[in-house]
Nanobody, 122 residues
Framework: QVQTVESGGGLVQPGGSLRLSCTIS????????IGWFRQAPGKAREGVAC????????HYSDVVKGRFTISRDNAKNTVYLQMNSLQPADTAVYYC???????????????WGQGTQVTVSS
C-alpha cells in the first residue's frame, strides 16, 4: 500500500547541486525510516542517506557525508535529499524506499519508487 515517488533528478555539472524529493503515500512519516539509495550501471545498490521519522536522526554514507543532507517537510509526506558539490561519481539512479528503521541493507527496504536519474558531467 505504501508507495514512493522520486523526482528532482537531472543533468548537472561537477560542483553543482540538486534536490531530490521522495513523496510517500499510504502512510504517515511517523514510525518509519526513509532511505535514499543509488545504483550506477555495473554497481550494487548503495545506501547514501536515511532519515528516521521517529527521532529525526540522520545517517549518511561516508562518501556523501558533508555534501548531502536529508530532511523532511513538516507539512507533507515528503523527504528531500539536498545534494551539493556533486561529482561524476555521484552519477546514478537514485531511489527512495521505506523501512521500519534505518539500515544500509537494501533488501530490508520496501516500497521502492521508480528512481530518478542524476547525471553529473561537464
Amino acid at each position: 500500500q505504501v508507495q514512493t515517488v522520486e523526482s528532482g533528478g537531472g543533468l548537472v555539472q561537477p560542483g553543482g547541486s540538486l534536490r531530490l524529493s521522495c513523496t510517500i503515500s499510504g502512510m504517515t512519516l511517523d514510525y518509519y525510516a526513509i532511505g535514499w539509495f543509488r545504483q550506477a550501471p555495473g554497481k550494487a545498490r548503495e545506501g547514501v542517506a536515511c532519515f528516521s521519522t521517529g527521532d529525526h536522526s540522520q545517517h549518511y554514507s561516508d562518501v556523501v557525508k558533508g555534501r548531502f543532507t536529508i530532511s523532511r517537510d513538516n507539512a507533507k509526506n515528503t523527504v528531500y535529499l539536498q545534494m551539493n558539490s556533486l561529482q561524476p561519481a555521484d552519477t546514478a539512479v537514485y531511489y527512495c524506499a521505506t523501512n521500519r528503521v534505518c539500515s544500509w541493507a537494501a533488501p530490508r527496504y520496501d516500497s521502492w519508487g521508480q528512481g530518478t536519474q542524476v547525471t553529473v558531467s561537464s
